[in-house]
């Protein structure tokens, strides 16, 4: 003899007495897990920002000077938006690594000729690398997408993207880097799940399909 058959439906979506009503002539038990809800701050800009880019770019510097410790996740139309966004990003925190990197070695003396004379009349190494290879991660992407700039680990994110860099974005921080800058499509915003996300920039932007019946072809626009 075979052990009875037990069935479990699981689902966050679930309509209850459509399924209780297919199995009404078996016992059928509801458990129900309520989701968590965590206070969420929610803020605005008193006016609507032409350049997105520029003001999501803002935001994210912004957040990391200024914020708590905690992941970003920012959403952007499409892989165009977050490629040069990703690019911005990656500059203005080597600028400032740069600048304050000048500043400190200033203020140390570093730039006398006593202290170039004592390395041999050679160039001083700096004495910490601004970008740092993710080679220790698993993958080595030659694009140069996945770099830690001034320990900040910038990631991308889109449907296009090879699914062994997509995983950058889920793995933990990896050593040297203190905060992860995740840019991403909607893809992030019900398909998954990335773990360690304190602020979320959203620009309120996002491609649809349309169709033109002047031209009788379909296109994405933002």
Do not use: W
Not at 17 to 34: D, G, L, Y
Not at 125 to 154: E, F, R
């Amino acid at each position: 003899e075979l052990p009875p058959l037990k069935v479990v439906v699981m689902s966050a979506t679930l309509e209850e007495e459509t399924f209780q009503n297919f199995f009404q002539s078996v016992a059928t038990q509801m458990i129900k897990v309520p989701g968590r809800l965590f206070p969420v701050t929610t803020l605005y800009t008193k006016e609507a920002q032409d350049d997105y880019i520029d003001a999501a770019l803002s935001a994210a510097l912004q957040i990391h000077r200024d914020g708590e410790e905690g992941d970003i996740l920012i959403f952007l139309p499409g892989q165009e938006e977050i490629e040069d966004l990703a690019a911005l990003l990656r500059k203005h925190l080597d600028e400032e690594a740069n600048l304050a990197r000048t500043l400190t070695s200033g203020e140390n003396g570093t730039g006398d000729d006593d202290d170039d004379d004592s390395n041999g009349g050679g160039s001083q190494k700096p004495a910490v690398d601004i970008v740092q290879s993710l080679k220790g991660m698993g993958t080595n992407l030659n694009s140069g997408q996945n770099v830690i700039v001034n320990g900040v680990l910038v990631c991308v994110l889109y449907a296009a993207l090879p699914p062994e860099a997509q995983m950058f974005a889920f793995k933990p921080r990896p050593d040297g880097c203190t905060r992860k800058i995740i840019l991403s499509t909607n893809i992030a915003e019900t398909s998954v799940t990335v773990q360690g996300i304190r602020y979320v920039i959203d620009t309120g932007k996002q491609k649809v399909r349309e169709f033109s019946g002047s031209t009788g072809m379909e296109s994405l626009t933002v």
